[in-house]
C-alpha cells in the first residue's frame, strides 16, 4: 500500500505537468494558480468516473479506466468547441488500488492527457472503500465563440459525427460470458475502451460559428437530443434510415442486436450532436479532420421528438439513454 | 427517489447562481463558460467529502455536511490568499441520499457559499452506494500575490491563526457514546461541524506581501508543518507553551484528553499556518478580521522538526496527523 505523498510523487512522474505554459503553481501546494491568456473565456467542467457505476475491477482494464476517465470528461469541453489546457486530478483509492493497478491507470491517462493537449495542475488524494477518479478539465476559447446547447432553431439540420452504439455494443459484448465471447476481436471493445473526445470537429464548428447548438452523446442520441431541444426550447425529427448505425459481424449479428436501437439509446459513444441553418449542410464537409459528419434529422417548432421509420411512419422517440437514478 | 434532472433543479434553486458575474454559461450545458477579469491569476482546488471517510450519515447532521464540504474546500484557497468567485459541485449519490437529506445538505452548503462569496457555475450528478461531494473552487488574486508552501526561510517567525485542536476534541466527543455525551454542549462541536475558512486573514497577508509560506491545518499542525518545511527546504523549531491549545471545561477534562496532543496532531481546524520575516512580528496585529494570530515557533536551516517543551526540552515532532493511507 503506498502512502499518499508515494501516490502523489508516482502521479507527478507519470503525467505530463504544466510547468512554465501558463502554470505558475501547480502540484504541492494548496491550489494551482494559473494565469488566462487575453481575449479567451475559460470552460470549465467536472466528470466522476467511479467503480462500479461506469466501470468495473474485474471487466475494464486499468489503462482503459485512466484513458476513459479524462476522455469523457475532455468531451464536455469539445462540446463546446473549446481547446483543452490544464486538469485537476482528484483521486479517492481503496489501499488494493494504490499500486500495480493505479500504475496502469496512469499509463493510461497520461496517453489520453498527451493526445488531448492537457497538462496536470493539481489535485487531491484520499482513501475510500470504493475507486472513484474525478476530474476538473479547463480549457479555453475565444470570447463569445462557445457553442452552447440551447441555440438551435425551427428549420436547422441536426448532425452528428462519427457511427452511433459502438460504444454500447461493446460494453453488450464485454458484459456477456461464455465461449462465444473469444470470437469478438478487440477492435469490438475499442471504443468502449478508448473513445475520442472530437476536439478538432468542436474547435472547428466554433470557429466557423455556423453550429447554433451542440452537445456530446455520453447518455446516448435519445436522451442528448431531448436534453439539446429542452435546452432550445424546440421538438426534433430524426430519419431513423439516416442515423450512422453500428454495422454487425455476423458472429455479433446472431446475438439479435438491433443496430437502430443501439445508435438511438446507447450511452459512452462521445459523438458531437450539433445543428447548423438550413442551407449550411452544403459547407459541411463528409468528415472534419477524418470525422464522418452525417445529417440525421431537422429541429422543428414543436416541442416533440419524432422518428420517423424506413416506411415514412412517425412514431414518439421517448429518451431512453443513460439516466443515473432510473430505478 | 429523484430523477437527475430534479436534482439538478432543486440544486439550482438553492445554491447562489452567478449569472452575469463573470458567468457567461452557468448550469444546464456540457460545462461552464466564465470571464478572467484583466491583471488576475485564477486559483483552482479541487476536494473530495466523501460518506464513511470525512463525515457519517450517523452521526452529521445533512447541513454541517454540505457546510464542511465547501468550507474544507474553500480553505485551500484562504491558504493562498485567494478571492472566492465560483465552484463546480460533482454529486454522487444513493437512491436514498436524494431526498430529504440532500435538501439539508444544500442548506448547509448555500449557507457557507454566501458566506464565502461562491457562486454555482457548473457540476455534474451520478448515481453510487456511497455518497461523495467533490468540489472545485475557482477563485483569483492579483498576479504574484499568491502565498505559496515553498517560501518560508531560515530565521522566519512561524505564526498560526485561531486555537488548534477544537475540531479534532468535537469529533472525539461526538463519537463517544454513553450518557455523558448528552452533557457537552453543542458549541464544542461547532468547529468540528462549521469550520470557517480564514479567508480575510489569507487576502491580508497576500495583500502585505510579507508572508513568506502559507498552508491551511487541515491535517494537523505537526503534518501540516511538516508539508511547509519539505516545500521550503527548511526546518523549524516550535514552542510548546505558545501553542494555543483549546481549553478543556472540567466535565471533558476528566476525559483525558491531552489539550497540547490534540493541537499537535488533531486535523479539519482550518486555521493559517503561515511565515513572516523576523521582526514583522511588530507589525502583525494580535487579532486580523477578528481572528488571534499567535507566534510559535521559527523556520530553521536544519531540516528537522522540534518541539521545545514548558521545560526548555528538545524532542523531535513527528508528523502525526491526518494520513489517509495510515494502516
Same mark, same amino acid.
Given at each position: ?15 505530463? $505537468? ?30 466522476? *468516473? ?5 466501470? $468495473? ?6 489503462? +482503459? ?21 490544464? *486538469? ?27 493526445? *488531448? ?34 441555440? +438551435? ?21 464485454? $458484459? ?54 429542452? +435546452? ?30 443501439? +445508435? ?60 443515473? *437514478?432510473?430505478?
Amino acid at each position: 500500500m503506498a502512502s499518499e505523498k508515494q501516490l502523489i510523487e508516482r502521479t507527478g512522474r507519470k503525467l505530463p $505537468l504544466g510547468r512554465g505554459s501558463g502554470v505558475r503553481v501547480g502540484m504541492g501546494d494548496d491550489a494551482a494558480v494559473l494565469r488566462p491568456k487575453k481575449g479567451v473565456e475559460w470552460v470549465l467542467t467536472t466528470d466522476a *468516473f467511479l467503480e462500479n457505476v461506469h466501470f $468495473l475491477l474485474r471487466v475494464h482494464p486499468p489503462e +482503459a479506466v485512466g484513458y476513459k476517465a479524462l476522455a469523457r470528461a475532455t468531451s464536455d469541453l469539445a462540446a463546446m468547441g473549446a481547446r483543452p489546457l490544464y *486538469f485537476l486530478l482528484n483521486l479517492a483509492l481503496p489501499p488494493r488500488c494504490t499500486g500495480k493497478w493505479y500504475d496502469g491507470v496512469l499509463e493510461g491517462m497520461a496517453r489520453a492527457a498527451r493526445s *488531448f493537449g492537457l497538462t496536470l495542475a493539481g489535485g487531491d488524494t484520499t482513501r475510500s472503500t470504493l475507486a472513484a477518479i474525478n476530474l476538473t478539465i479547463i480549457g479555453e476559447i475565444e470570447r463569445g465563440h462557445a457553442v452552447l446547447r440551447s441555440g +438551435a432553431r425551427p428549420g436547422d439540420l441536426i448532425c452528428v459525427s462519427g457511427t452511433l452504439g459502438e460504444a454500447e455494443l461493446g460494453l453488450q459484448l464485454l $458484459l456477456r460470458r461464455g465461449p462465444r465471447t473469444k470470437k469478438w476481436k478487440r477492435e469490438l471493445l475499442q471504443k468502449h475502451f478508448y473513445p475520442e473526445p472530437r476536439l478538432d470537429l468542436g474547435q472547428w464548428l466554433a470557429k466557423k460559428g455556423r453550429a447554433t447548438a451542440m452537445i456530446d452523446t455520453s447518455d446516448g442520441l435519445s436522451t442528448d437530443l431531448r436534453h439539446l431541444c429542452e +435546452a432550445s426550447g424546440v421538438g426534433a425529427k430524426i430519419w431513423a434510415a439516416e442515423v450512422p448505425k453500428v454495422v454487425l459481424a455476423d458472429d455479433v449479428d446472431k446475438l439479435r442486436f438491433d443496430p437502430l436501437q443501439l +445508435a438511438l439509446d446507447g450511452g459512452d459513444d462521445y459523438e458531437l450532436l450539433f445543428t447548423v441553418p438550413k442551407g449550411f449542410e452544403r459547407h459541411l464537409p463528409r468528415a472534419i479532420h477524418g470525422v464522418p459528419v452525417t445529417v440525421i434529422g431537422e429541429i422543428t417548432r414543436e416541442r416533440r421528438i419524432l422518428l420517423v421509420d424506413d416506411a415514412g411512419r412517425t412514431r414518439n422517440l421517448p429518451a431512453q439513454g443513460w439516466e443515473p *437514478f432510473r430505478k
